[in-house]
């Protein structure tokens, strides 16, 4: 199933912030499309976020 595709996805490139309120997701730039597909499944509105110099992109999830 799609979830556990996306589990997967969290422990190999994820990782939950040092106040545990956020988990982040976050691929090279060339991987957008992954983060557009995440950021889908989880029916999030949080922004897509790509760094500074362009070299990755990523979404955080925080609980409503």
Do not use: C
């Not at 799609?2 to 730039?29: F, Q």
Request: positive net charge; hydrophobic residues 40%; proline residues 3%.
């Amino acid at each position: 199933p799609e979830s556990a595709y996306w589990t997967g996805m969290l422990m190999a490139d994820g990782y939950l912030t040092a106040d545990g309120m956020s988990v982040n997701l976050r691929l090279k730039i060339g991987d957008i499309r992954h983060i557009e597909k995440f950021q889908a499944f989880l029916k999030s509105t949080h922004a897509i976020r790509i760094n500074k110099k362009r070299t990755s992109v990523g979404i955080a999830a925080t609980p409503h």
